[in-house]
């Protein structure tokens, strides 16, 4: 791909330093498996971590300390340049292409994407503002190229971002079987790197296929610190989005303003508090305006309103145990206040609204009309707030 002027390498990986040294001395050792899962919540950085052990097997030097950071392989790698390292992710469908021109189409916009993001490499993790997949195509094109050899060295690693996105795509079967065949017989040499924060809806025979490996939410006070020093963020805006992202820095990113827009996160954090009001209001007919804002497709969108939502509704869990520290919305405890007194929000109500949260989240995997999703969660979580009147 081209490296104009802009480009920027990548930011190196953070806080998962005793992760790395064990991936490093497995290397050392032999012990690396030749197919990784890497799982966690979004926005931790398993995809930055998948890019820097392709990195760790694509550096000549590697050692037990890791990648030696300096030679060739080692700078092509975090420039995004190196023609052994493939990274793919979910795209959205080329429009107005022939299915014989596909596959090159989702080439191109694959290599478009990866200068985008190296144009602009801390990127909020938030929903794609239109449907997105790993289609049968790049399954296939992955599968034909791990099959040729490795260009530079004697080795090439295929990273494979969102890798549960191959599940519910139309022609899913075969896209996943595709993928399915790569990871029972690797080619030598390949090192296959899936990365999913929903592993659950990866395939049972995917999931059997790769070795496990958990990324976990980093210290509110590390993501703080990142977002200052790699981010260039205010310590203010840092603190209070490091709060928010809860161990995410894709998270808490969402939470920053950009360009005079609050960020998308945070337009949807404002969004989840009217789902809120609304659901605890003596009025039913609240419920249903506040559902016909929502369209009537594309329910996978839904998802990261409904987490916020559940950090909403825990936090009026909070406010109705007459407790406040601990708070994950501590900006709007005044508003949790109001409506706990207004409607006399016993911790009990608010346990069994979860449950029908937990109802809607699996609706939402199943692709079911979203204001359907949301007229019915609002209307059963108002049953347990407010009652039947
Ligand atoms: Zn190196």
Not at 33 to 43: A, F, K, M, Q, V
Not at 241 to 252: D, E, F, K, P, T
Not at 314 to 341: C, F, Q, W, Y
Request: aromatic share 4%.
């Amino acid at each position: 791909m081209a490296s104009g002027a802009g480009a920027v390498s990548l930011h190196p990986v953070f806080g998962h330093t005793d992760l790395q040294a064990s991936l490093s001395r497995a290397l050392a050792t032999g012990s690396l498996p030749p197919s990784l899962l890497i799982h966690g919540p979004r926005g931790v950085g398993k995809q930055r971590l998948a890019l820097w052990l392709g990195q760790l097997l694509l550096c000549p030097e590697s050692g037990p300390e890791g990648p030696c950071g300096e030679c060739k392989g080692c700078r092509m790698a975090v420039n995004l340049e190196h023609p052994d390292l493939h990274w793919y992710f979910p795209l959205a469908k080329p429009k107005g292409v022939r299915p014989a021109k596909l596959s090159e189409a989702l080439e191109k916009a694959r290599y478009d994407t990866i200068a985008e993001r190296k144009a602009r490499p801390l990127r909020p993790a938030s929903a794609p503002a239109e449907p997105t997949g790993l289609y049968l195509a790049v399954a296939q094109a992955l599968r034909s190229h791990a099959n040729r050899r490795p260009a530079v060295g004697l080795r090439q690693v295929f990273v494979i971002g969102d890798a549960e996105t191959l599940v519910p795509q139309e022609s899913s079967q075969e896209a996943a079987n595709a993928l399915l065949k790569l990871l029972e017989e690797p080619p030598t040499s390949t090192l296959i790197i899936l990365t999913s924060s929903e592993p659950g809806r990866l395939l049972p025979t995917i999931r059997s296929r790769t070795m496990p490996l958990h990324l976990p939410p980093l210290a509110p006070d590390a993501v703080e610190q990142f977002l200052v020093e790699a981010g260039g963020v205010s310590p203010e805006d840092a603190r209070r989005a490091s709060h928010l992202g809860r161990g995410s820095i894709g998270r808490a990113l969402g939470f920053l303003p950009i360009e005079g827009d609050p960020g998308p996160l945070e337009t949807l954090r404002t969004q989840a508090f009217e789902l809120l009001h609304a659901a605890s209001d003596t009025d039913p007919g609240a419920v249903y305006r506040k559902s016909l804002e929502f369209g009537t497709t594309r329910s996978r969108g839904l998802m990261p309103l409904l987490e916020l939502l559940e950090d909403a509704l825990r936090d009026l869990s909070v406010t109705a145990a007459r407790a406040s520290e601990g708070l994950i919305n501590s900006d709007r405890e005044d508003l949790l206040e109001r409506i706990r007194e207004a409607r006399d929000i016993h911790p009990v109500a608010v346990a069994k609204a979860f449950r029908h949260l937990e109802e809607a989240k699996e609706l939402v995997a199943g692709n079911v009309n979203p204001q359907l999703i949301v007229a019915g969660l609002l209307t059963r979580i108002r049953e347990e707030l407010v009652g039947n009147p």
